[in-house]
C-alpha cells in the first residue's frame, strides 16, 4: 500500500514522543490521519497530555511504556500495536538521552546508558517492526541522529558515538530492505529548543547557525512527515537530512 498523508490506515510509532521532539512528530503525524502509538518509557503524565491533544484535534491516537534499551519491552511493545491495529506502516526511532562528560572523566556507566538507549534502541526496534514490514513488502523507518555525529562534540563523545552509529545503522538496514520496498532515512537534528538544550548559553550556537536562530521541535517534524507520509519521499532510502539551519553544511 502506497502510504500518503490523507491514508486513516496508517498507523505509526513513535519512540520518546511524550514531549520536545518526539511529541511534535507524533502530533505531526497524527493530524495526517495516521494512528499514533506514543511511546515513552518514564511519564505516563506527559504521554498521556500528547494523546489528549491529538484526540482534541480529532485524531486517534494511544500511549505505550517501553524502555527501548530492554529486548523484551521493545517485542511486547510492537506484538501490542499489531495485535490492537493490525499493521505497523511507520516507525520513527526518536527515543534518546544525554550523560555529557569529558571522556576522561566520563563513568563507564554513562557510556553505556547512552550507547543502550540512542543505538541499541534503535537497533532493537527497527529488527521488531522488520518482520511485519518485510511481510507487507511495504513500511518506512525514520531514525532521529544528530549533526554531532557528522562533527564530533567536546563533552559527548557517548552521545556523538551513539548518532553516528545511527547513521551506519540507517544505512546498512536501508541497503537491507529496499528489495521489500521498505525505505529507512534518518533526520539528523542540529540545536533544536528542547529540554535538552534550554540551559545551553545560546550566543556560541547562534553565532554557528547562518539561519540566525534555534531550530523548532516542528522544524524537524515536518522533515519525518515528509519522510513517513509523502509519496514524493518513496524513492529514497538511506538518506541523512540535516535540519541545523545550515550549521553544518557539507
Known amino acids: 500500500m502506497t502510504l500518503s498523508p490523507s491514508s486513516p490506515e496508517q498507523v505509526a510509532l513513535v519512540t520518546g514522543a511524550s514531549r520536545g521532539i518526539g511529541r511534535a512528530i507524533a502530533l505531526h503525524l497524527a493530524s495526517s ?11 505516563p503524565e506527559s504521554a498521556e497530555a500528547v494523546v489528549a491533544a491529538i484526540h482534541e484535534a480529532g485524531g486517534r491516537a494511544w500511549s505505550h511504556r517501553a524502555n527501548v534499551a530492554e529486548e523484551e519491552e521493545v517485542e511486547a511493545m510492537v506484538k501490542t500495536v499489531l495485535e490492537r491495529e493490525g499493521r505497523l506502516d511507520v516507525l520513527v526511532n526518536n527515543a534518546g538521552i544525554t550523560r555529557d562528560g569529558l571522556l576522561m572523566r566520563m563513568k563507564s556507566a554513562d557510556w ?16 521488531a517492526v522488520s518482520r511485519s514490514m518485510l511481510k507487507a513488502r511495504s513500511g518506512r523507518i525514520i531514525n532521529i541522529t544528530s549533526v554531532v555525529a557528522l562533527m564530533g562534540n567536546p ?3 557517548n552521545y556523538s558515538a551513539s548518532k553516528a552509529g545511527v547513521i551506519g545503522l540507517t544505512r546498512s538496514s536501508a541497503a537491507e530492505f529496499a528489495s521489500r520496498g521498505i525505505t529507512v532515512n534518518a533526520v539528523a537534528p542540529g540545536f533544536i529548543v528542547t529540554d535538552m538544550t534550554r540551559d545551553l548559553d545560546q550566543g556560541p550556537i547562534l553565532a554557528a547557525i ?41
Open 33 to 43: 490521519g495516521a494512528t499514533v502509538v506514543v511511546n515513552y518509557a518514564s511519564s
Open 112 to 127: 553505556r546508558q547512552v550507547i543502550d538507549l540512542n543505538l541499541t534502541g534503535v537497533f532493537l526496534c527497527t529488527r
Open 155 to 157: 563533552g559527548q563523545a
Open 210 to 250: 547562518p539561519l540566525g536562530r534555534m531550530g523548532r521541535p516542528e522544524d524537524v517534524a515536518g522533515v519525518v512527515h515528509f519522510l513517513a507520509c509523502d509519496p514524493a519521499a518513496a524513492y529514497m532510502t538511506g538518506q541523512v537530512l540535516q535540519v541545523d539551519g545550515g550549521m553544518v553544511m557539507r
